[in-house]
């Protein structure tokens, strides 16, 4: 059975990629939520049900595991895809988090993501549960994702953006600084630029993670051929793959339109 993947949109591609990268053979079926992009300015109630209604379309094609590959909906409806579905649920908030536990010496984290993300305060959670003494700080980035989504990932805009965004960052003492969002992989090399702190990238620890599970509960594809990719959005395919593929680094074919309820 394939592993089964969701986002709001493209940015899920990039935890994609990381999963393939790390664990070739498996099958994945991946659903972006095209039409209702973005999750990030959503109440969480409205993330919930989204995210509830994507989980149900990727169980009805049969799916080993589900991975939300989306801050936002990991922030907010883990805990009940946990409870209301019977397959291992991967976030990519813990992930994120124990790196980042692991990477920071002077105890000070910073998150960016969306406003809904930070608002949760779902990356304190996750870090403070694992050393109570971090302190963390988190800045939301509102632009960043309709930026990315028009391609402009360099250049004075984005960059004057994020030094805007990421300014309170410089001074707070933070020595390790958490990507919690799935399009901010995207822009790393000038976020990275302006803030001048070391990155976390959720991507390569929530692939790590999908290893460790499919690992324990002995479900990896036992089988050397690459796995087959599918892709489900809820909006226009042309789109998708032409931003998709940028973010994913390999060509998008094998791509449907659905409806969700
Ligand atoms: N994928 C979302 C996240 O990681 C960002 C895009 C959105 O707001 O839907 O939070």
Same mark, same amino acid.
């Not at 973005?38 to 109440?43: A, E, H, L, M, V």
């Not at 990896?220 to 050397?224: A, G, N």
């Given at each position: 059975m394939p592993i089964g993947v969701f986002d709001s949109g493209v940015g899920g591609l990039t935890v994609m990629r990381e999963i393939m990268r790390q664990l070739p053979e498996e099958n994945i079926l991946y659903l972006g939520d095209t039409a209702r992009v973005?999750?990030?300015? +959503?109440?969480p109630e409205t993330v919930v049900k989204y995210s509830v209604e994507n989980t149900e379309f990727l169980m009805s094609r049969g799916i080993k595991l589900l991975v939300v590959a989306c801050n936002t909906s990991s922030s907010v409806s883990l805990d009940i895809l946990k409870d209301k579905f019977p397959v291992p649920v991967i976030g990519v908030v813990e992930p994120g988090a124990r790196a980042a536990v692991a990477n920071t010496r002077l105890k000070k984290v910073a998150v960016i993501g969306t406003e809904t993300t930070i608002k949760s305060g779902s990356y304190e959670k996750a870090i403070k549960a694992l050393d109570g003494s971090i302190k963390v700080s988190g800045v939301a980035c509102p632009l960043f994702v309709p930026l990315i989504e028009e391609g402009w990932l360099e250049g004075e805009v984005v960059t004057l953006t994020a030094e805007k965004y990421l300014e309170p960052l410089k001074h707070n003492g933070a020595d390790t600084l958490v990507l919690g969002c799935t399009h901010y992989p995207m822009i790393k090399g000038v976020i990275e630029r302006v803030a001048k702190i070391p990155l976390i990238d959720s991507a390569i620890e929530t692939a790590k993670e999908v290893r460790r599970a499919l690992g324990a509960a002995d479900m990896? +594809?036992?089988?050397?051929t690459d796995g087959v990719k599918e892709f489900f959005v809820t909006d226009a395919t042309e789109k998708f793959v032409r931003t998709g593929e940028r973010f994913f680094g390999h060509r998008i074919i094998n791509i449907s339109k659905i409806s969700l309820p």
């Open positions: 973005p999750y990030g300015t +959503r109440s990896l +594809r036992q089988d050397s």
